[in-house]
């Protein structure tokens, strides 16, 4: 599958007349926790010649595409898209600068772009992203006697960002294991959240799961303490000169 990417990816550049920067696996299989049927999500980083950027007018700045009957999904943003992002601390692209699975890098663009990302992080604005995404995960998990394996963990996830961005200065990892082990949490569930990532990597999206009282009041409180205390949490102090010198350094 690997190559199938590869070779959609080399053939996206030629289609659109544009160079990728990064092109990684977001999701399940970047995160730490896929399923032997996990799709394959992934993200891109591109650029145009300069002259595109020359206009008054904007042309899109996204592209995406459904391959092998949906089993890729490849999307992406340009580059100055992209960076208007990281000025707000866009949460899937401080996440995606991170992944651990990458099919096509520019590295000079990688490291320069993950050191702009350090400068403008704002704690306060992506800890809105993760409890959003917590509360939400949580009230399906909730409200159901069984659930999706899948959609604990994008509450369990988010929960544990939260309580990583309240307790750390650092962007919180994109990968859930980094996570775990970089905050001090009881054994009992480190152990329990690794079973039930075990048992995930070896059945279908469509199980259904039950149960993880403890787990489950572990997110609640997670997220009620977020909710009391992400507003005391500082903003970027990044300057938007970075973002714009090292805009104009890429395309150079």
């Given at each position: 599958m690997e190559e199938k990417i590869k070779k959609y990816l080399s053939d996206l550049e030629k289609e659109k007349g544009i160079e990728i920067l990064l092109a990684c696996e977001t999701g399940s299989r970047a995160w730490g926790f896929p399923s032997p049927d996990s799709d394959f999500d992934v993200r891109v980083i591109y650029k145009h010649d300069k002259d595109w950027y020359l206009s008054l007018t904007e042309e899109k700045d996204t592209i995406e595409y459904f391959l092998e009957n949906n089993e890729i999904d490849i999307s992406g943003w340009d580059l100055r898209k992209s960076l208007r992002l990281l000025a707000k601390s866009n949460p899937p692209l401080l996440e995606r600068i991170q992944s651990p699975i990458i099919y096509k890098v520019d590295k000079e663009f990688l490291t320069g772009i993950n050191s702009v990302a350090q400068k403008t992080y704002s704690r306060i604005a992506t800890i809105h992203h993760y409890l959003s995404m917590a509360k939400k995960?949580?009230?399906?998990?909730?409200?159901?006697?069984?659930?999706?394996?899948?959609?604990?963990?994008?509450?369990?996830?988010?929960?544990?960002?939260?309580l990583w961005?309240?307790?750390?200065?650092?962007?919180?990892?994109?990968?859930?294991?980094?996570?775990?082990?970089?905050?001090?949490?009881?054994?009992?569930?480190?152990?329990?959240?690794?079973?039930?990532?075990?048992?995930?990597?070896?059945?279908?999206?469509?199980?259904?799961?039950?149960?993880?009282?403890?787990?489950?009041?572990?997110?609640?409180?997670?997220?009620?303490?977020?909710?009391?205390?992400?507003?005391?949490?500082?903003?970027?102090?990044?300057?938007?000169?970075?973002?714009?010198?090292?805009?104009?350094?890429?395309?150079?």
């Open positions: 995960a949580f009230e399906e998990v909730t409200n159901t006697e069984e659930y999706k394996l899948k959609k604990f963990f994008y509450a369990l996830r988010a929960s544990v960002a939260c961005i309240l307790e750390k200065e650092e962007i919180p990892p994109i990968e859930f294991g980094k996570m775990l082990n970089g905050l001090d949490l009881p054994a009992n569930l480190k152990t329990r959240i690794g079973e039930l990532i075990e048992i995930k990597s070896t059945i279908s999206e469509i199980y259904r799961h039950k149960g993880e009282p403890v787990l489950i009041e572990f997110m609640k409180a997670c997220i009620e303490r977020a909710e009391n205390e992400s507003q005391s949490l500082p903003a970027s102090i990044g300057k938007m000169t970075d973002l714009n010198d090292f805009f104009l350094k890429t395309l150079a």
